[in-house]
């Protein structure tokens, strides 16, 4: 069982990592100066959470490797984050309904897991859960500028929703390794929080006066380590002077 | 000019009395001089990350929780920390840290409040009040104490501030918030 915790753990520090890199590429190019720094101080919430789930793993996996190799020393098909969080920045309204369709994720998956049996997973997730409600508010009242805005606005978000909705449905798959843990009071079932997502983002989405996807198409495979070639480009990127200089200090 | 408090909250209340529990108050005074490095006039205690100091066999305990998941801070006050600790010739001792219960605003001191809008950073109402309600609800500008301010930005120079302007004598204030 301890295996299949650190396989979790990884897995959602996966997430949070490759999400935080994604918003740290906004660091000087956001619009304006405050979304500047509302997009960072998002960003290294996610990267925050990282480390805690990936420090968690690191202990659980007592060979000495520590929470920087794992965000720095695997490859492209190690890494097993939902394939929505790698997509590439695009343009400021494809960045905040990606936000907007995560943090309500988000909102649903973090309470369940700070119920979790294992005491570390319940912790960090207790402490997500305040920061989430900080990110859903913002990307909820962004959504609503973008649908009530201008006609470039809404064409901009509307665009955003269609070409992000099919990497949604991954976030409600379970694999056999999270079901198990789901059984065991330890992970989610997240197929268990679909209908209310669904249900939330519809809502939001009717306030904002833009329109929910009718077609079901779904890209799938980030859990077992098959990405977009967007993921070889990131980890190319961030993990680059890591593996130049090994083990240096600053 | 009439700025209010909340009173000590109950979260600071319990985090007070582990204190007075752990009985080591030297240890409390020397490190009650470790400072946020972003906002230098609340001490680690006032903030509410220094929590608990125990002596164990071997070594000091010091027990730490960390504000924002992504706080940059938190190397650093940890450094602080071991500093003082050396520099006091205490050489046994870890710096743990704590996730739960996750930290709060709620925890920082009626001193630490009354330091930060002397700063100029509007102290965070109570977080069980705060839920569900808009963030920019009556703040009160730290300046002229006017509550006709506005918020210009959820999210401001560090994780746990929000950026509002005062209506009445127009300063631009950090609100520290409650979370
Ligand atoms: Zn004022």
Redesign the pocket.
Do not use: F, I
């Given at each position: 069982m301890k295996a299949k915790i650190l396989e979790y753990s990884t897995r959602l520090g996966d997430d949070s990592l490759v999400l935080g890199h994604r918003l740290s590429e906004w660091c000087s190019n956001a619009p304006f100066l405050e979304e500047d720094l509302a997009l960072i101080n998002v960003a290294l919430d996610y990267i925050g959470r990282a480390r805690m789930f990936y420090g968690y793993a690191a202990e659980l996996s007592a060979d000495g490797r520590n929470e920087d190799d794992f965000a720095f020393m695997r490859d492209q098909r190690e890494f097993s984050n939902l394939l929505i969080h790698e997509l590439p920045k695009g343009d400021f309204a494809f960045t905040m309904l990606r936000q907007l369709f995560i943090d309500l994720f988000n909102s649903l998956f973090l309470p369940r897991l700070a119920e979790s049996s294992d005491k570390t997973l319940a912790a960090i997730a207790a402490k997500a859960i305040k920061e989430t409600r900080y990110h859903l508010r913002r990307s909820h009242e962004w959504t609503l500028r973008f649908g009530l805005g201008t006609d470039e606005s809404r064409e901009r978000a509307q665009r955003a929703i269609d070409q992000l909705w099919g990497y949604t449905h991954e976030m409600f798959d379970l694999d056999a390794l999270e079901s198990e843990l789901a059984e065991a009071g330890i992970g989610v079932d997240s197929g268990a929080l679909k209908t209310e997502w669904e249900q939330q983002v519809s809502a939001i989405l009717t306030e904002a006066e833009l329109e929910q996807p009718g077609e079901q198409w779904a890209v799938k495979g980030g859990r077992e380590g098959y990405h977009t070639e967007n993921l070889g480009q990131l980890l190319n990127e961030m993990q680059s002077v890591h593996r130049a200089y090994p083990g240096l200090e600053w | 000019m009439v700025i209010e408090f909340p009173l000590p909250t109950a979260a600071y209340q319990a985090r007070l009395a582990q204190r007075q529990a752990s009985a080591l108050p030297e240890i409390w005074a020397l490190l009650e001089q470790v400072c946020d490095p972003e906002i230098p006039v609340l001490s680690l205690w006032d903030l509410g990350v220094l929590n608990d100091i125990e002596q164990t066999d071997e070594r000091l305990l010091v027990t730490i929780t960390p504000t924002y998941s992504g706080c940059p801070a938190m190397q650093t006050m940890r450094d602080d920390i071991e500093a003082v600790l050396r520099q006091s010739g205490i050489a046994a001792f870890e710096v743990r840290e704590s996730l739960s219960p996750a930290w709060s605003s709620d925890w920082i001191s009626p001193e630490g409040r009354s330091k930060l809008t002397a700063y100029g950073i509007a102290a965070p109402r109570a977080c069980t009040a705060c839920r569900g309600q808009p963030l920019d609800a009556e703040i009160q500008?730290p300046?002229?104490?006017?509550t006709e301010?506005r918020m210009t930005s959820e999210f401001g120079s560090t994780a746990c501030k929000a950026l509002f302007q005062?209506q009445?004598?127009?300063?631009p204030f950090d609100y520290f918030k409650p979370i």
């Open positions: - | 500008c300046r002229c104490g006017s301010t005062c009445a004598c127009l300063e």
